[in-house]
């Protein structure tokens, strides 16, 4: 009995130290400045102009329920975009993606957040329109 528990301590123990290093990495992509993108999302290279990045995949059970809020925010706001990482790994990996889904925030063509996981339509909106703002000032 004993053992089950000991197995069960280091099993959980290593999940929050996965969960742990993926925040960790996630925080390193922070300050990143952009290049290589493709035509789509070129734009965000440039000093001037900000915008949202979702990376997802088809597969990732998350993702089903982040995707829908991320399509309706896209009909209000024209520079959020998203990336589907099993048709377009190269952009995923300019952008530092270790996991899926992953918002990113890019402001003067620097990554200036990255959020890891769900996120409400509240919170995604709320960024975005901080955004759009940073733009106009």
């Not at 982040?66 to 399509?71: A, D, E, L, R, S």
């Not at 996991?99 to 890019?106: G, N, Y």
Request: aromatic share 6%; with cysteine.
């Amino acid at each position: 009995m004993m053992m089950i528990l000991y197995i069960g301590t280091i099993l959980v123990g290593l999940l929050v130290i996965m969960q742990l290093n993926m925040l960790r990495m996630a925080k390193k992509s922070k300050g990143t400045q952009l290049s290589g993108l493709n035509r789509q999302m070129r734009i965000l290279e440039k000093k001037g102009s900000n915008g949202m990045v979702y990376f997802f995949s088809p597969d990732c059970y998350a993702c089903k329920a982040q995707t829908p809020i991320i399509k309706s925010l896209q009909s209000e706001y024209k520079n959020i975009y998203d990336i589907d990482i099993s048709q377009d790994l190269e952009t995923a990996q300019i952008f530092g993606i270790k996991a899926t889904p992953t918002t990113v925030l890019v402001e003067n063509g620097v990554i200036s957040k990255v959020l890891l996981g769900t996120k409400t339509k509240e919170v995604l909106e709320s960024l975005i329109l901080k955004l759009n703002r940073s733009i106009s000032t």
